[in-house]
């Protein structure tokens, strides 16, 4: 079944402590991605990844790290994460547009929901 | 800039009304735009999309239409069910580009 899974699903932390939360697809997706989602903001981009070993800042990267060393994993390192990144977080992952009116649905995780407190 | 403005919610309607949601855009060049949801404790699954203007898109008897002169990709739906209810994303994609831009979300609650 084509699918991307994030674990954990829920973490309660306390500030500081260095989190990571994994996200793994099994599409061969050369696209993936993390947003956030809050009450009244929606999704915000936070990292995305081109492929292997590229990695860009979303419009929220502050406080938050990636890497993108094997296709499948994109995982999301939080070094010393803040109550203000409480939060619902989602990876998603898609093929690369190739073309300019092409485009290639986004296939989201189950979404990991993190309290700092 | 790229921005997606949708109708605030939440939206409450009773079983079998009419729904819709607006949505508005700015964004240079040629979006795609889409409409996504997410049913309760699940993630995000797109529900339908418009590649370029005039473009309808339909998907489980939701419609929207891609508005180039108004820039507006408004979703509706003859008939609700309570299976509808959840929270609805409206966002786009500049062309050729994978990184989407959402809006706020519009939660719709459908009573029997």
């Known amino acids: 079944e084509a699918q991307v899974t994030q674990n954990p699903r829920y973490l309660i932390t306390v500030t500081g402590k260095k989190l990571t939360v994994t996200c793994s697809q099994n599409m061969n997706h050369e696209y993936m991605s993390w947003y956030r989602q809050d009450p009244g903001l929606g999704l915000r981009q936070i990292y995305y990844?081109?492929?292997?070993?590229?990695?860009d800042k979303g419009d929220v990267p502050e406080g938050y790290k990636v890497s993108r060393k094997e296709k499948r994993n994109f995982p999301l390192i939080l070094e010393s994460p803040s109550p203000n990144q409480t939060s619902l977080y989602f990876c998603a992952s898609s093929a690369l547009i190739l073309g300019y009116s092409s485009y290639n649905e986004q296939f989201f995780g189950p979404g990991t929901r993190l309290t700092v407190l | 800039g790229n921005s997606v403005t949708q109708m605030e919610g939440p939206v409450t309607l009773s079983e079998e009304a009419f729904l819709t949601i607006n949505c508005t855009y700015t964004?240079?060049?040629?979006?795609?735009l889409f409409w996504y949801v997410q049913y309760p404790g699940e993630g995000l699954q797109l529900l339908l999309k418009?590649?370029?203007?005039?473009d309808k898109g339909s998907n489980k008897g939701f419609e929207a239409t891609y508005r180039k002169e108004t820039t507006s990709f408004h979703l509706e739906k003859g008939s609700v069910q309570v299976s509808d209810s959840a929270v609805y994303f409206c966002a786009l994609s500049k062309g050729g580009a994978n990184n989407l831009f959402f809006g706020t979300g519009t939660r719709l609650t459908v009573i029997p």
């Open positions: 990844s081109m492929n292997v070993e590229v990695t």
């Open positions: 964004a240079t060049g040629y979006p795609s």
């Open positions: 418009a590649t370029k203007a005039d």
